[in-house]
């Protein structure tokens, strides 16, 4: 069985003697408003908790030692500032930070990092931090957008932002700081183009920068969610640890 520790409560000759072999998961959230009705860190607080959990689980089975680092908990969040609550970095600046961290996991003698990401808007900088950390620094870098391991859920926009899927996970993992969550009827449709990503200001102010029900979701359908993401996000961090 792999021991799995976490970076911020482990000793320098621990984590020297772990590090070679080791996996390290690096959770990148953000802090930003999630409407009126969710915590501002939500994402940091989803992509850790998921994180943790399935390195726990993944341990029994994992040939590595699975090093859990502190969740980065700003993120590329431009977008959120209009409504307030939001704590950014400029894509450039998060992408330095990702580098940064994975060079100072490599001349340690570190050799595996997986990001696991909780933030859309962070979405494209990992994926090319993790690119470049692989270049530049000899680490064999994964990413993994955590929502992206759901099953398809009908009518329900996963992640959507600070609606019924968010929502749910929250209520699951730290009901108390869930507010009064908002009703609206109908839903507001943002602009959208099939195949195309849009980027746009007036999108978020149409939408009042939330999205879908977050008056549908409950505790239980968010447990439900949690124990499964964990579960596919271990089989990654096992399947990774078994190829690297």
């Known amino acids: 069985m792999a021991s799995t520790v976490r970076w911020a409560e482990t000793g320098r000759q621990a984590l020297a003697d772990?590090?070679?072999?080791?996996?390290v998961l690096l959770p990148?959230?953000?802090?930003?408003?999630?409407?009126?009705?969710?915590?501002?860190g939500t994402d940091a607080l989803i992509a850790d908790a998921v994180c943790e959990a399935a390195a726990a689980q993944a341990?029994?089975?994992?040939?590595r030692p699975l090093i859990v680092a502190p969740a980065i908990p700003v993120g590329a969040s431009d977008h959120h500032l209009p409504f307030g609550g939001t704590l950014s970095l400029t894509p450039e600046t998060l992408s330095a930070v990702l580098?940064?961290?994975?060079?100072?996991i490599a001349v340690q003698g570190g050799r595996r990092l997986i990001l696991v990401n909780g933030h859309g808007g962070n979405v494209g900088v990992c994926h090319a931090a993790a690119?470049?950390?692989?270049?530049?620094?000899g680490l064999a870098v994964g990413h993994v957008d955590y929502w992206r391991m759901a099953e398809a859920e009908r009518d329900v926009p996963v992640p959507g932002h600070a609606g019924e899927f968010e929502t749910s996970l929250v209520l699951a993992l730290r009901p108390e700081l869930v507010g009064n969550r908002p009703r609206r009827d109908p839903v507001p449709e943002p602009p959208a183009v099939p195949g195309v990503d849009l980027h746009t200001a007036a999108l978020w102010r149409a939408i009042d920068g939330y999205t879908d029900r977050p008056e549908a979701?409950?505790?239980?359908?968010?447990?439900h969610r949690l124990d499964r993401l964990v579960t596919l996000l271990a089989d990654r961090i096992v399947d990774i640890a078994r190829t690297l």
Request: proline share 9%.
């Open 99 to 104: 580098l940064d961290l994975a060079r100072s």
């Open 131 to 137: 690119a470049a950390a692989g270049t530049r620094h």
């Open 18 to 23: 772990q590090l070679h072999d080791a996996v």
């Open 217 to 223: 979701a409950d505790a239980a359908t968010g447990r």
């Open 28 to 40: 990148v959230g953000a802090t930003e408003q999630h409407g009126p009705h969710l915590p501002t």
């Open 59 to 63: 341990a029994p089975r994992s040939p």
